[in-house]
Structure formats: C-alpha cells, structure tokens
C-alpha cells in the first residue's frame, strides 16, 4: 500500500524559508517520477514542482520557478522541496503524490506576518 507523510511545515514570515519532506513507502520510488502539489483555501490543488524518477529533470509552476527548489533521495526514498523567498500567497496545505493517484494528507504552510 502506497504511503506518503509529510513534515516541515509551519508559520513562516514574508521572505522565509522552509523545507518540506516527505517520506514515501509501499512502492518502488526510485522507479517514478513524483510531485509537490498544494491547495489553498477555496482553490483548487495544483502541482507545484514535479521531479524524475533519477532526479535528473524538474519542472517548476510559473510562480514559484527561483525561489522553490524539489529534490529527492532514491536510497532514502525521501521527496524535498526546499522553499524560499516565500510569499503570503504561498500559504497552502502542500501535500506530495506518486503521480499514480495518492498523496498524503499534506503539512500546512502559513506566510504572515
């Protein structure tokens, strides 16, 4: 059974940092390329960076690319995203997925003042 648990988040000011993990079990996850996403009160959840399965290649959404920065550790089978410069409107539950259907139940993330 495929599982995903988050940990990181937390309160953070305009221009902080965070980095997020989260630790994958139940599948081979060096075999899949796997994805940050978040959700923000009233919105819809989109995908927030996306890694390959050997970590090769990533792809950004627009508004984060230079300030977020996803990565992985296969023989860990640990997923990252490292967060800077961050922005109210980065406050959003952020909730990592195997790209096959599942994601965990994600880590709040709060930029305020």
């Known amino acids: 059974q495929v599982r995903l648990v988050e940990s990181g988040g937390g309160l953070v000011q305009p221009g902080g940092s965070l980095t997020l993990s989260c630790a994958a079990a139940g599948f081979t996850f060096s075999a899949y390329a796997v994805s940050w996403y978040r959700q923000a009160p009233g919105k819809e959840r989109e995908v927030v960076a996306v890694?390959?399965?050997?970590?090769?290649?990533?792809n950004y959404l627009d508004s984060v690319k230079g300030r977020f920065t996803i990565s992985r550790d296969n023989a860990k089978n640990m997923l990252y995203l490292q967060m800077n410069n961050l922005k109210p409107e980065d406050t959003a539950v952020y909730s990592c997925?195997?790209?096959?259907?599942?994601w965990g139940p994600g880590t709040q993330v709060t930029v305020s003042s």
């Open positions: 890694i390959s399965s050997a970590g090769s290649s990533t």
């Open positions: 997925s195997d790209n096959r259907g599942t």
